[in-house]
């Protein structure tokens, strides 16, 4: 019986080698062996990397390259990040350096992970200047992807005080601009005391409508005014909820900034508006920020940046993250 299926499984092998593209298996023998596809490969290089694993990870790549199997370099882990973008966020040079020789296309260099970072900005937001440095050298690297609330590289490695970094990332094509909330990197820095990066960033900080001379008190004084409170942030207007107390009804509106009106209005700040429909888009113009009152508390905490994130997980300075642990 035995010599009976030896013969058969002869007799098939000619016939598997005649093939030009065999699944991911093959007969040897009379056993049916497994063979990784490019996916699998990938899920065990992220295993490895997101482990801290880095000389298996560097070893598995030496192998694949030596061997020219394929690995799918676009396979994310459960956050949407790819193994370059893990790599760069624990700061594995050598490791990225690997990644990065097989030639990675673009989408996979600017991969957004479900937080909208990148490769890049992960390691400006980490400190490693080596990993953004063999990165920024990929000339298919984009340093202006923002995520959804705006923030960049520039503005993460500005806001961790890395100057080294942000002067690698300006040297590169880097724009400082403003984020959802209306800050800069400069102001996200010189926030935090890095006088170092604001230093790095003054000579291209973009001017400010604040820096314009304001509009006479006079003039402002004439105009019929009502309150309102930024309920949030555009590219060149504001999005207000009118006042209660003095509008009726509360409304959502679109409005515009008046000259020598801040462009970084925080969120839930109380604000003057007048009616001017030769404004665009909706004929309000923001044209003042109202005075505290007498008495009145605290300015109410602005919203989470992430409010997908659980509380255990929120940046430090998260409102949400503080009053969860107050109580």
């Known amino acids: 019986m035995n010599a009976m299926r030896t013969r058969a499984v002869c007799a098939l092998l000619p016939a598997v080698a005649r093939r030009p593209a065999w699944p991911s298996w093959a007969l040897i023998g009379a056993r049916v062996l497994s063979v990784p596809s490019a996916t699998e490969r990938a899920s065990t290089l992220i295993a490895h990397i997101k482990r801290g694993d880095e000389d298996l990870a560097r070893e598995m790549l030496a192998e694949l390259a030596a061997a020219r199997e394929p690995i799918d370099f676009d396979l994310t882990d459960s956050y949407g990040s790819t193994a370059l973008t893990l790599a760069s966020r624990a700061g594995h040079l050598e490791l990225a350096r690997q990644l990065l020789g097989f030639g990675l296309p673009a989408p996979v260099l600017n991969a957004q992970n479900i937080f909208g970072s990148t490769a890049l900005m992960c390691a400006s937001a980490s400190g490693h200047v080596d990993v953004c440095a063999a990165l920024l050298q990929q000339p298919a690297i984009d340093v202006n992807v923002h995520t959804q609330y705006g923030s960049s590289a520039l503005s993460k490695a500005a806001e961790a005080g890395h100057s080294e970094i942000v002067r690698q990332l300006l040297a590169h094509g880097a724009v400082a601009a403003a984020n959802k909330l209306g800050r800069t990197p400069a102001e996200l820095a010189l926030a935090k005391g890095h006088t170092s990066v604001v230093a790095a960033l003054q000579p291209i900080t973009p001017q400010r409508e604040s820096i314009q001379p304001p509009l006479p008190k006079p003039h402002m004084a004439q105009l019929p005014l009502v309150r309102a409170r930024v309920c949030g942030l555009r ?87 503080r009053a969860g642990a107050a109580s």
């Open 235 to 321: 590219a060149s207007n504001v999005v207000c909820r009118l006042d209660t107390a003095v509008q009726g009804p509360p409304g959502t509106i679109i409005a515009s900034r008046a000259v020598g009106v801040p462009a970084s209005l925080p969120l839930n700040e109380r604000v003057l508006l007048r009616r001017d429909p030769s404004v665009p888009p909706a004929g309000w113009v923001i044209v003042g920020v109202c005075e505290p009152e007498p008495g009145a508390g605290k300015r109410p905490k602005q919203r989470c940046l992430h409010p997908r994130r659980p509380k255990d997980k929120k940046c430090v300075d998260c409102p949400d993250k």
